[in-house]
């Protein structure tokens, strides 16, 4: 039998470690954090009401999850649904979530819109990106939609996600955000939580561990064989073979026999944290499920108002709604106290809805995690390390490998399922 520690419980850690018991390996999973989910966790907003730490939903094209949460019994409870997406350009709110809305978005000239329409629709009929690499999508947006098309819409949207670096990313990635991209969107009922949850069930039936709350520090190679994973509590952990879903980065910083020319080649690029402020109000605040802000001077690049998906009453009326930004590792905004962000936050939502007032506020959460958003810059994918590493027993699978689609945890399911693939063949 097969000794295999996988290292993080997020989306690609637990499909793993999920397939490897069906097959009768034995699996320990490792995972630093007190719950499993990874960027996809959830929260208690009160005793067994759940809602992610980060807004997640699914696109109808996702069709790995789709197809893993109904393997696990939960497909009934995914809710589909076609809710407002719109735009705040110019103190306006536009809806933006299709060819027609795009005709009607008058921030840019009629002439723009048809250009911009026409390769919008251009993208989503390539069936792959082949023949975009090389280029940045900044360049491509300028030179084929022209550059108003640019600073008002996708500038501002590349710019929130990916800050200075925005010029230089892969046009690939881009095209991968139009074709995937569908207006339906789908949300587990009770929060993506009950999916990790339920996987950690089912890999703990099938024999194997799921080990909470415990930190990696060093994974080895044993002088006698096998994998040593050494943890922060001071305990380790003998196996035949390691899987690690961490960013490349630190799977690089906790292997010290990974040689010097895979490090310099794969121990690169950047990454962005991510920070949501999540608000619990008495009462709505827009009328839209999400809102890019493409206008300047607003502390945050999304508004994702969750109860103008789901009902309230899900959540005991309490209206939901969280500012999310991507921003540097190192930014003060990722260690800001709540109540701070909330006091800078808050005369920016009055901008938005002029009758709002702290006073809707019932409750306020802060969630910031490192590594959350790779920077696919037009160079990327020759940095994407393969599965296997040079270190006999150590593989890498992780969202950092998901290229040129936007990562997702459809994207890190696949890989998942790929890898075991690869293992089992
Ligand atoms: C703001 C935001 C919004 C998003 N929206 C969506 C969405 O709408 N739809 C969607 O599908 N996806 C969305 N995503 C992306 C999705 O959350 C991720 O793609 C997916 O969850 C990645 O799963 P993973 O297992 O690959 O990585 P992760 O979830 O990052 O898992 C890695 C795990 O490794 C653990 N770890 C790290 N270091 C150690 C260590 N030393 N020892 C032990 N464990 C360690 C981490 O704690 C983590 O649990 C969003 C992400 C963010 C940040």
Known sequence: ?????????????????????????????????????????????????WLDRFYHHLFASDRHAIELITELGLGDDLVWRRPLTVTLRDRKVHQLDSATSLLGFTPLPLTDRLRMGAWLAYLRALGNAERLEGQTAADWIRRRMGSRGYDVL????????????????????????VHDRTARLGYLRGGFQRLYDR???????????????????????EPTGGMRVVT??????????????????????????????????????????AHCLVLALDRPLTQSYWMNVNDPGYPFMALVEHTNYMDPAEYGGRHLVYLGNYRAMDDPLLRMPTAEVVAQFAPHLARINPAFSTDWVTDAWSFAAPFAQPIVTVDYRDHI???????????????????????????SIELAERLVALLSG
């Open 1 to 49: 039998m097969t000794r295999t520690a996988v290292l993080g419980a997020g989306a690609l850690g637990l499909t793993v470690a999920y397939r490897l018991a069906q097959r009768g390996d034995q699996v320990t999973v490792v995972e630093r954090e007190p719950l499993p989910g990874g960027l996809a966790a959830g929260f208690e907003i009160e005793r067994g009401m």
């Open 199 to 221: 996987l950690a069930e089912r890999i703990v039936e099938l024999g194997g561990e799921v080990r909470l709350g415990t930190e990696v520090s060093e994974i080895r190679v």
């Open 385 to 411: 390390p393969p599965f296997e590493t040079p270190v006999r027993g150590l593989w890498v699978a992780s969202m950092f490998q998901v290229y040129p689609h936007d990562r997702g945890q459809n994207y």
């Open 154 to 177: 996708w500038g501002p949207l590349l710019t929130g996600k990916f800050g200075a670096l925005a010029d230089r990313i892969a046009l690939p990635w881009f095209w991968a955000r």
């Open 232 to 273: 922060a509590d001071g305990g380790f952990l003998a196996v035949d073979r390691v899987v690690s879903t961490l960013a490349i980065r630190l799977t690089c910083r906790l292997a010290p026999e990974l040689p010097e020319d895979y490090r310099s080649r794969h121990d690169w690029g950047s990454a962005y944290g």
